[in-house]
């Protein structure tokens, strides 16, 4: 298993998201257009990209100065166990309100409270743990 959020990661999982209808399907239906970064919390930039085009993942790899629209940033120890379990909506407003995961570029509050958008969003991290 790679790295997350190392190149080959990331990598598949753009595959991983592009499979998954969901996600893909779901956020073509709104026209979802996106650069998203995620990382690790406390270091200066995110470690992989992911490049969402009306919907379908387009490019993704190793952070390298993207303009992002998301930044999103957990510790490592919080990624892996939701890599192990991923979260569903209650567990990532938890996680939010108690600061596990932030949004360092992006409105989490503005997502979630869009069901067009929260329920991709939760089902990413579904997708992450496939990979």
Do not use: C, H
């Not at 959020?5 to 595959?15: E, G």
């Not at 650069?35 to 992989?48: A, L, S």
């Not at 379908?56 to 957990?74: F, K, M, P, Q, T």
């Amino acid at each position: 298993m790679s790295e997350q959020f190392s190149d080959s990661w990331m990598q598949q999982f753009m595959q991983a998201w592009n499979n998954e209808p969901q996600l893909a399907d779901e956020l073509k239906k709104i026209d979802f257009n996106s650069v998203i970064g995620y990382g690790i919390d406390g270091e200066d930039q995110p470690r992989g990209f992911i490049t969402v085009e009306n919907g379908e993942a387009v490019n993704a790899g190793s952070y390298a100065s993207e303009a992002l629209n998301w930044d999103i940033r957990a510790s490592e120890k919080q990624w892996e166990a939701w890599r192990k379990k991923p979260p569903g909506m209650m567990g990532l407003g938890a996680a939010y309100t108690t600061r596990k995961i932030k949004f360092l570029t992006g409105d989490y509050m503005a997502m979630v409270k869009d069901p067009r958008m929260a329920k991709p969003f939760i089902k990413s991290f579904e997708v992450m743990a496939r990979v």
